[in-house]
């Protein structure tokens, strides 16, 4: 058995054919020979397809031959690079390189019908996947971790748990001797500095999806609307408390953007910011007046 003539008839099949588009014995032929497989006759490719179909392999034959099954189908393959294209800061050589990977699974012909997919990093980051790897490495080792935000001093934290929301990453964390779960937007992460020291505290799970459920969906349900807001005295420290307390935040040129119910509880996160921003949309700043209005009557009546 010519074990190089098998993994190049394997890949003919994989990247040549389709259910549309079969091959013959001499196209494979031709093929091989192109790839310098030399020396192959009918009998010998007869004998190559059945010991393929004895490894499982599927190469059904409808007036020519082509694979009839692979590990990943086209839309598998679409959603995969298409979620991998929308992380934001994802080093662009990591993936184009994992894109070509899963394209390798699906025939030429295919290939062509999923868009031309692209990348450019905003802020041409190129540490991100080496951040990402601290950090599952402080999580494989119940370790510490040294990380620099924008706008803020270097902190030593304990992650816990990573979790992909609205196409960003959030790692959630404590800090030593607390067992109060926070959270930041991954890519607001400057710098990451693995230590030796071991994270002694253990979160409990129920904990952890806890914290994820509230600050991801506290402020959002079927009945949510998109709220814009002006920033009146912008600093980075204010974006960043912005991001950690609304994960689904969306900046925009002069202010930022969120989904969020109309609600007592939303209201009441948004007055921790007094002065520092401002409703845009008339009709809701006309309800936060009303609720504030009504927590002044409240205390003037006490």
């Known amino acids: 058995m010519n074990k190089k003539r098998l993994l190049e008839l394997i890949r003919i099949l994989r990247r040549q054919t389709d259910a549309e588009h079969k091959l013959s014995l001499p196209q494979i032929i031709e093929q091989l020979n192109e790839a310098g497989i030399r020396s192959v006759d009918r009998k010998t490719l007869y004998d190559d397809l059945r010991i393929l179909e004895e490894f499982g392999i599927n190469v059904e034959y409808d007036g020519a031959y082509y694979l009839s099954e692979s590990p990943f189908s086209l839309s598998e393959v679409k959603i995969i690079c298409d979620s991998l294209n929308s992380l934001k800061n994802l080093d662009e050589r990591f993936l184009n390189e994992t894109c070509e990977k899963m394209y390798s699974f699906v025939s030429v ?16 980051d190129r540490k991100f996947l080496h951040r990402m790897e601290d950090v599952l490495e ?11 935000r924008k706008g803020r001093k270097t902190e030593r934290i304990a992650p816990v748990f990573l979790h992909r929301q609205n196409d960003f990453y959030y790692l959630y964390y404590h800090y030593p001797q607390s067992e109060k779960i926070y959270h930041t937007r991954f890519d607001n992460i400057l710098e990451t500095v693995l230590r030796d020291q071991d994270n002694d505290i253990l979160i409990p799970k129920e904990m952890i999806l806890e914290r994820i459920e509230e600050s991801t969906n506290s402020f959002s349900s079927g009945k949510s609307r998109t709220i814009r807001f002006q920033i009146v005295k912008d600093s980075d420290y204010l974006r960043n408390r912005l991001l950690d307390d609304f994960p689904n935040l969306i900046f925009t040129r002069d202010g930022f953007s969120l989904k969020a119910d109309i609600s007592d509880a939303f209201f009441a996160r948004i007055t921790s910011y007094t002065d520092q921003i401002k409703i845009s949309d008339r009709d809701v700043a006309d309800l936060y007046e009303i609720f504030l209005n009504r927590i002044l009557t409240c205390n003037q009546s006490h």
Request: glycine content about 4%; charged content about 35%; overall charge negative.
């Open 109 to 124: 012909h295919e290939e062509k019908l999923l868009e031309e997919l692209e990348y450019r990093s905003s802020h041409g």
């Open 138 to 148: 402080a999580l494989r080792s119940h370790k510490m971790l040294d990380i620099t």
